[in-house]
């Protein structure tokens, strides 16, 4: 069974370590924030110009004000702090960031993201995501791992605009985490009840299959 955005949410958070400083992108990524795990110290970071985020407010926490680079609500951590967005992405660009989550329309197994436009469409512009895949070593992509016609979105080659080129190391999908290693997809977690066999269906790119292949702990 395909994981829901909770889930894939509660996966991301597994990619997270101790002392870690990560910039969450719109829409999927933003969950991660719920799931930290107890005791773990992790300093979200937002483009607009915010250090320290923590989950997202109950009704009565609500500050119109305190807002994430999606214009989301959002709440503080201890020793948070607010700052320009040039300084941000100041963080951004000077590698300062250990871990970027962001979602995607298509990548594919060379590496390569495309994020930001669906030629014919009305959008606002690539936003902070080409400052994140150009300054971050270790970025992680959510996203369904096929359309709603049924069609891959891990392909041999994007066919969208491109973010970046060759900076996406891992994807984690509705279905399955991989990595992309040598022009290749290499299945390493499927999502619980799912089988190889369907997520090979849905790859339109390369992809290597280890012998032992297991469920994500979600």
Request: with cysteine; aromatic share 4%.
């Amino acid at each position: 069974m395909a994981l829901t955005r909770e889930q894939l949410a509660q996966r991301v958070a597994q990619e997270f370590q101790d002392g870690y400083y990560v910039n969450l992108g719109i829409g999927i990524p933003t969950l991660a924030a719920n799931y930290i795990p107890d005791g773990m110290q992790v300093m979200l970071q937002s483009e607009n110009g915010l250090l320290g985020m923590g989950p997202f407010p109950l009704e009565e926490e609500v500050d119109a004000d305190l807002i994430n680079a999606g214009k989301q609500t959002v709440t503080m951590v201890k020793g948070a702090s607010i700052f320009s967005s040039a300084e941000s992405f100041a963080m951004i660009r000077g590698g300062h960031v250990d871990l970027t989550v962001l979602g995607a329309f298509e990548v594919d197994c060379q590496g390569n993201i495309a994020s930001y436009m669906i030629p014919g469409k009305l959008i606002k512009g690539m936003g902070g995501a080409m400052d994140l895949v150009a300054g971050a070593d270790n970025i992680i992509v959510t996203m369904t791992h096929a359309s709603k016609h049924g069609e891959s979105k891990l392909l041999a080659e994007c066919t969208l605009p491109l973010t970046g080129k060759g900076c996406i190391k891992r994807v984690l999908t509705d279905l399955a985490l991989l990595d992309i290693e040598d022009g290749k997809f290499i299945l390493r977690e499927r999502a619980p009840g799912v089988s190889v066999e369907e997520i090979a269906s849905l790859t339109a790119g390369e992809l290597v299959i280890p012998d032992n292949v297991p469920e994500m702990n979600v």
